[in-house]
């Protein structure tokens, strides 16, 4: 059996039976997964260059769907094991893939610091604006006044702007993009891994089991695309990128919204100047070890 | 100032060994002070072993660090109490009375006085009045005076001035000749001092220099090295007392150790940065105390599902919750073993000294990576914060490193069938891991439970075999794990009266607990798990049932290891010895309470007259604006309390007048009343 060479291919047979996604037909996920697959392809990834790291979720089992390296991780630590596996070896791409749930509720501490941190990473989040995978409670993005489970009178809760959020916490590639245009975020998402940086994703991505507010219909009638309407936008001008990112209610910007080169973490960090850490030398010299006795007596 | 000898015309007792203790508030210098006398201790070829014990009894920030000093290396600070470094009043009053009679006081007399009424028969008081004795000098720093201080102390403990006008000249090497001449000239006017002044103070003691320097190294220290020596690449940590100097020695040594150190946000991001660098391919380790480990837990789970190697330290202290911040404690087995949901292989080891440390942080990185899995170091602040005088050659820069099964390419066999297979079920329990980035093994670590490809299981309808089998494969890696690690065994004569049974930090403690109890008529053994899971059950039961009485000791409330012990084994020991009161166990303490479970005597746990005391103390600090100090205490049993009670005299600290009186239960250790004179 010959070895796969793209990462929209399945290396083990088994898998193609048993490993389909399973999503609820409609779902705004598949249209991620195609355009991650697509924005791969376009990069001529390798399966064995990639990892793709996500939380728990409906959205987090994208990795299971793709052949790359991949950790399904902890509800909400997605990021904080795709820093430590890039960390390890930065040779690596990572992708970090993830629901609003998971990426601005329970990890949404873990979201500020890594983009803090600017490494160089990309992170995918297929906002829905519900929790799906627990049937239907009302997640950080869940617009005030929308019905759900856990808000039977409507939420009284403010969503989180996570483009805001981004922007504020340092990310260096902030875009905005819609499941049901797979085209504008399969180049997205392309763009996002060249970027060198932190780049973050935040994807209307419908769920059409548990959100009957936030559907198809509903995005389609407010997106526009920056690319279109602001050609000429600076996308280092932060003011600017403030502004698009408040931009939520009758018209919802899609597109990149701020994009700057700063040194990523991996660029700063001493440890690293001698290649990824994977391939340093373990253990420690004769010369070293005597010397740090040495200086203690 | 001047000469003041009080009761010093018993014969001189010969010493053997001498116990220093440093009495100061936070900023006085006592680490520096401390690390200094240790270095001219460790390079005349003795052995030093110190307990920095914080204290916030008298006022904030107190700290009393205790150097024991010996030819022979000794493996806990012992009972004894030789010389008090007092650098302020509240240092005197807390502790002079403590020190055991030959012994020295040794202040500074422009702050400092001392009460001779406060002190036990013959004790030498060296006051050292620093601005007239370094009037000559101009302006020094106030901190000075610790230096004039340990010149006195070196010539009482006859130690001559030349090791330590060495080991100024190399700490001060960075600051100048200025600096150095400055220090060298105060230590030498204490020196000289006390050899004009003081002479009949100097404590009888032979020491026999062998100059063969050795290095000083706490149990976090030794931690982190003998990770560096065992491979380690990537650290990650939150800051929390007591395992925050791993990080601090790792991030200082990063660099020219290859180690990449990462201070994260939160002990759960920490415990996942490391899961994702062990998962990636480099020894990884992660360190916190109880509060952090409790919220790295989760994560422990997950890297045994994704069979990931790293290691997880706690640096015990006293719980629960917040608990006590800088005291120690030996309680979080019971977490230790209970951490995260459902089964999962797991290995828990605790180190038995601070030069243990270094031998068990390699071997955990080569068990956790040899078996794709967590294990968790059990170490507590005694150890861990700490130093010790290290024999040479315990330690080795060569180490063994076994990464088990790490594959860079695809087995032929997998390539030819159906592909690589991540968790293949094998009668080990090992399956290969890839090297994450090698060709042909892309796979998807997943913590829900999965298939030998590593595909869920967890949203089909049901796979009762799989999940079985999978379970099983990982369980059975702790097979192979236990064979690995050393059984326990019995230290000291096989036919003893009494085996004292312990885990962890308690091995040196009770090693000289033994000794007494020998010195005392007892025969006593030692029996010391270092491995808590998986568990010798066998060899440990075998060794169990040739025992007469059997003893647990150990720095918990509840008997943690006690219980652990039982299930493991079903042996029932005779009883326990536990302490849960901050401070670390002394030998003495041990042989009592042993004794007195030897003669049938039931726990004592009424509050004793010294505990009294410091709960006056406590009372004085938050109600009496510390204004106070408590004198005479008298125990009265006919009151309105349903208890006995101590009832304290508290005097002005200042004149000594009567203020009132502080009535405690003996029992409850209430505080029941206050009650004011006029």
């Known amino acids: 059996m010959s070895i796969a060479n793209t990462i929209t291919e399945n290396t083990v047979k088994t898998r193609e039976v048993e490993v389909s996604p399973d999503w609820c037909l409609g779902c705004g996920d598949f249209g991620v997964l195609s355009s991650f697959k697509k924005a791969t392809l376009e990069k001529e990834i390798k399966p064995h260059e990639m990892l793709v790291v996500s939380g728990i979720g409906c959205s987090s089992n994208l990795p299971g769907y793709v052949n790359a390296y991949g950790v399904h991780s902890l509800h909400g630590r997605a990021l904080p094991i795709a820093t430590g596996a890039k960390l390890a070896n930065h040779n690596l791409k990572v992708v970090i893939t993830g629901g609003d749930g998971d990426g601005f509720g329970i990890g949404v501490g873990h979201f500020i610091h890594a983009m803090r941190r600017n490494l160089d990473l990309t992170y995918v989040v297929m906002d829905n604006e519900i929790y799906g995978l627990t049937t239907g409670q009302a997640s950080p993005t869940t617009m005030v006044e929308t019905k759900t489970k856990t808000t039977p009178r409507g939420n009284v809760e403010q969503p989180i702007n996570p483009l805001l959020l981004a922007l504020t916490s340092g990310a260096t590639f902030i875009a905005r993009a819609f499941s049901g245009q797979p085209a504008h975020l399969s180049s997205l998402i392309e763009q996002g891994i060249a970027h060198k940086g932190f780049a973050f994703i935040d994807v209307f991505s419908p769920c059409v089991t548990y959100n009957k507010i936030n559907t198809y219909a509903w995005f389609k009638e407010r997106i526009y695309k920056l690319e279109d309407e602001a050609p000429d936008r600076d996308l280092t001008d932060f003011s600017n990128a403030m502004t698009t990112a408040m931009e939520f209610g009758d018209r919802i910007p899609l597109g990149l919204v701020y994009k700057v080169d700063k040194p990523t973490y991996e660029d700063t960090e001493p440890v690293l100047l001698n290649g990824p850490l994977v391939k340093q030398p373990m253990g420690i010299k004769k010369e070293l070890f005597n010397k740090l006795l040495q200086e203690t007596m | ?678």
């Open chain 2, 1 to 678: 100032m001047g000469k003041k000898e009080v009761k010093s015309n018993n014969m001189p007792k010969k010493y053997n060994e001498i116990t220093v203790g440093f009495g100061g508030a936070a900023g006085d210098g006592l680490d520096k002070s401390g690390n200094l006398l240790a270095r001219v201790i460790n390079r005349l070829g003795l052995y030093a072993i110190s307990y920095n014990s914080f204290q916030s009894l008298i006022r904030g920030g107190h700290t009393f660090l205790k150097l024991r000093i010996s030819e022979r290396k000794e493996m806990c600070f012992g009972d004894n109490f030789n010389v008090l470094l007092a650098m302020n009043q509240d240092s005197i009053e807390r502790h002079a009375p403590a020190v055991e009679p030959g012994g020295v006081i040794i202040f500074n007399s422009d702050k400092v006085t001392c009460d001779s009424s406060l002190l036990q028969e013959n004790i030498h008081i060296v006051p050292l009045s620093f601005k007239k004795l370094t009037s000559e000098m101009g302006k020094l720093i106030p901190i000075m005076q610790n230096t004039m201080i340990l010149g006195s102390l070196l010539y009482l403990m006859n130690i001559d001035f030349k090791t330590l006008e060495q080991v100024l000249r190399d700490i001060f090497k960075q600051k100048g000749q200025g600096i150095i001449d400055q220090n060298i000239n105060v230590a030498r006017i204490g020196y000289e001092t006390a050899l004009e002044d003081f002479a009949s103070a100097k404590i009888n003691i032979d020491w026999n220099f062998t100059h063969i320097s050795k290095p000083f190294y706490s149990g976090n220290t030794a931690m982190a090295l003998g990770a560096v020596a065992a491979g380690l690449k990537f650290y990650a940590a939150y800051p929390m007392s007591p395992a925050t100097n791993i990080l601090h020695w790792l991030v200082a040594n990063s660099e020219r150790c290859g180690v990449l150190v990462k201070q994260a946000e939160d002990e759960i991001a920490v415990a996942n940065l490391a899961i994702g660098a062990g998962y990636a391919g480099v020894r990884s380790m992660c360190a916190t105390s109880g509060g952090g480990f409790a919220l790295m837990t989760e994560a422990i789970g997950e890297a045994g599902i994704l069979e990931t190697p790293v290691v997880f330290i706690n640096v015990q202290r006293g719980g629960p919750s917040t608990g006590l911040p800088t005291k120690t404690e030996q309680g979080d087995l019971n977490q230790a073993i209970g951490a995260s949901q459902g089964d999962f292989p797991k290995v828990i080891m605790a180190p038995k000294s601070s030069t243990d440390c270094y031998h068990i942080a390699g071997e955990a990185l080569n068990i956790a990576e040899q078996y794709q899995l967590p294990v968790i170091i059990l170490s507590d602040l005694l150890m861990g914060e700490n130093f010790e005088t290290i024999e040479p050659g315990s330690w080795s820069h060569e180490f063994n490193i076994k990464r088990g099964d790490i594959l860079e390419e695809i087995p032929q066999s997998m390539k030819e069938k159906d592909g690589f297979k991540r968790f293949t079920f094998t009668p080990s329990g090992i399956s290969p891991r890839p090297l994450i980035g090698s060709e042909g093994m892309a796979y998807v670590a997943a913590t829900d439970d999965h298939d030998e490809d590593g595909v869920i299981i967890s949203d089909v309808f049901t796979n009762t075999a799989i999940r079985r089998k999978v379970n099983e494969k990982r369980m059975r890696k702790l097979d192979g794990v236990l064979d690995e690690l050393e059984p326990p065994q019995l230290e000291g004569p096989e036919d003893a009266e009494v085996t004292l049974i312990g885990w962890g930090s308690t091995w040196g403690v009770i090693r000289e607990t033994i000794e007494q109890l020998e010195a005392q008529g007892i025969k006593a053994n030692q029996l010391h798990f270092s491995y808590l899971l998986p568990f010798h059950s066998k060899e440990a039961l075998q060794i169990l049932n040739k025992c007469n009485k059997t003893i647990v000791v150990e720095l918990n409330a509840t008997g943690q290891f006690a219980r652990h012990l039982k299930a493991e084994t079903g042996f029932s020991i005779t009883d326990t010895i536990l302490k849960y009161d901050g401070e670390p166990f002394e030998p003495r303490m041990i042989t009592q309470r042993a004794v007195a479970i030897l003669n049938g005597e039931p726990l004592d746990l009424n509050v004793t007259e010294t505990e009294a005391r410091e709960m006056a103390y406590h009372y004085i600090r938050v109600h009496l604006k510390d204004k106070l100090r408590p004198s005479k205490i008298i125990e009265v049993s006919q009151n309105g309390y349903g208890e006995s009670v101590w009832v304290l005299d508290l005097i002005e600290r200042n004149n000594g007048e009567m203020k009132g009186k502080l009535t405690i239960g003996v029992e409850t250790g209430s505080t029941h009343k206050w009650d004011p004179t006029n």
